[in-house]
């Protein structure tokens, strides 16, 4: 016990750690040692003088520094590396490739793949994430081009503040000081460049970015759009999937019985909502009068006029 204090507070004193005074330390470190790797610790008397105790592994060739993983402890981080594969190509993991090599020639294995997440197809922009990454974890103003759908490209200086992705594509939440006051939504796959402007001081968000996106379904929220509550129905046959797949995170069944039920959420009315009812089809009806459901309406009627036509 003289001889592991010693070389225990040698190595303590190195690191600049006051050295253990208490044998007991050492007894409570040894049961630690013995119960997190499984092994048994041994005690054996010196033949010379009995009042001595020397203490070693009963496994000779055991060591903390060469101690191979068990079954469970290689299928759990299997398990973790599976999920993490399908970040790959993904700006800044790309060490998961070897990563995932590394760990499979240390363990000898040779799992297959299984899990798969749905990635967009054209991942446009994708090339901008790591510096809008970085520049949100630096704090850095930025110069972006930014192109709508059926508009010309516009430069806007903007203070990114969070890179959220919705229905496969990527967005960057920021402020740009064209509209300081509001939060802007732009899409990567419109961004055409981005660059960081060290000459801008940084302007922080000042607002809970969970609170913002908390009452809308998607990532628009109209800036004086105020929440309301909508009562819809559901088919007894959509009723499990929207269960386990809701609408929102407010969803809440008022009323069920065996043909359907009543379900509420509490929202800001989107067009990615709208977008959300109209995918659910004759399974789902809007009964609160309002304008999401009249929208509802209008598409539908649209969608008969348009699959009514000779053409």
């Known amino acids: 016990m003289k001889e592991i204090l010693r ?32 092994v048994d610790i041994m005690k054996i008397r010196d033949k010379f003088d009995n009042r001595v105790i020397r203490y070693r592994y009963e496994n000779l060739s055991f060591s903390i520094f060469n101690n191979p993983l068990r079954d469970e402890e290689i299928k759990e981080i299997k398990e973790a590396l599976d999920v993490l594969s399908s970040f790959r190509g993904l700006p800044q993991c790309g060490c998961i490739d070897e990563l995932c090599v590394r760990f499979d020639v240390a363990c000898e294995t040779n799992g297959h793949k299984v899990v798969q997440f749905e990635e967009s197809c054209m991942n446009l922009g994708m090339e901008h994430f790591s510096c809008i990454f970085r520049a949100i974890i630096d704090q850095k103003a930025a110069v ?26 990527w ?63 559901v088919n007894a046959t959509r009723l499990p999937y929207l269960m386990t797949n809701p609408i929102h995170q407010s969803q809440v069944i008022r009323v069920q019985n065996h043909i359907g039920a009543i379900l509420t959420i509490h929202v800001i009315p989107t067009p990615e909502l709208l977008m959300r009812f109209l ?17 509802v309406v209008e598409n539908c009627k649209r969608v008969v006029r348009m699959y009514g036509s000779s053409t």
């Open 144 to 169: 972006i081009t930014y192109k709508r759908f059926g508009h010309d490209k516009r430069q806007h200086k903007v203070f990114p503040y969070y890179l959220k992705q919705f229905d496969h594509r």
């Open 7 to 38: 070389v225990i507070n040698d190595v303590l004193e190195c690191h600049g750690i006051c050295p253990v005074l208490s044998k007991d330390t050492i007894f409570l470190d040894m049961d630690a040692l013995s119960n997190e790797y499984h």
């Open 171 to 233: 967005y960057l939440v920021a402020r740009s000081t064209h509209h300081l006051e509001s939060i802007c939504i732009f899409s990567l796959d419109r961004l055409l460049s981005f660059e960081e402007d060290p000459e801008t001081e940084y302007i922080p968000i000042g607002i809970d970015i969970d609170e913002y996106f908390k009452d809308v379904c998607g990532i628009t929220r109209p800036d004086h759009g105020i929440p309301i509550t909508i009562r819809f129905y």
């Open 279 to 295: 995918s659910l089809g004759k399974d789902v009806r809007i009964i609160t009068s309002c304008q999401l459901r009249r929208e």
